[in-house]
């Protein structure tokens, strides 16, 4: 598993120099690479592809060296080669964290990473990630597994991104959002505790 570049080292080099918005934008000390897309073997897990819970687990782990109490806000993820019903094909995904550090002006965290283990340069931002519930459980179920529910439902049509996320609601669920409009309204919700399944904004 390759991990590259610690938060740790990157907020000593980049000296907290930060100017961005949790959730509009990424004007930051460092900036994400690309990061080139992962062959899974055509609807074959790649035997040394991770699970999206061994990712963020290791990005857990990388983000709470320098923060110990960050929590994980949203998991979002994409297939770089467009609308899939693979999920094996989601292997581009973006973890954002609140620092919970009163201390620090660093309020989020950005990372970009892979499920083949690549995390790159994390964005760094002034403001708290808003708007849904902190992430404290393990995924329970997996992104493939949360598809095939979504299918015995009806809902087998292919989807560019995947999210793993707890809205803010009065009864919140801890949820995969299965979507072709990042952040939209036109997929489907599964959720994770009692596996149902409703539109997203329904």
């Not at 598809?147 to 793993?164: F, K, N, R, W």
Request: hydrophobic share 40%; proline share 4%; charged share 15%.
């Amino acid at each position: 598993m390759k991990l590259r570049n610690s938060v740790a080292a990157i907020v000593v080099a980049c000296g907290l120099a930060v100017t961005g918005v949790a959730g509009t934008g990424a004007a930051q000390a460092a900036t994400p690479a690309s990061i080139a897309a992962v062959s899974a073997g055509h609807g074959v897990k790649a035997a040394d592809q991770l699970s999206l819970q061994q990712l963020l687990d290791a990005a857990a782990d990388e983000v709470h060296m320098t923060f110990p109490n960050a929590t994980l806000m949203v998991a979002d993820g994409s297939s770089p080669s467009g609308k899939t019903q693979d999920m094996s094909q989601v292997t581009d995904w973006r973890l954002v964290y609140n620092t919970n550090d009163s201390a620090s002006r660093i309020k989020s965290i950005e990372l970009h990473a892979t499920l083949d283990g690549e995390i790159d340069q994390p964005t760094y931002h002034t403001s708290s990630w808003a708007g849904v519930v902190p992430i404290t459980d393990q995924a329970g179920l997996t992104p493939d597994e949360a598809y095939s529910i979504l299918q015995d439902a009806g809902h087998g049509d292919a989807y560019q991104y995947v999210s793993l996320v707890k809205p803010l609601v009065a009864r919140p669920h801890l949820q995969y959002h299965f979507s072709n409009i990042r952040g939209g309204c036109d997929g489907y919700a599964v959720n994770v505790d009692d596996l149902a399944v409703n539109p997203i904004c329904g």
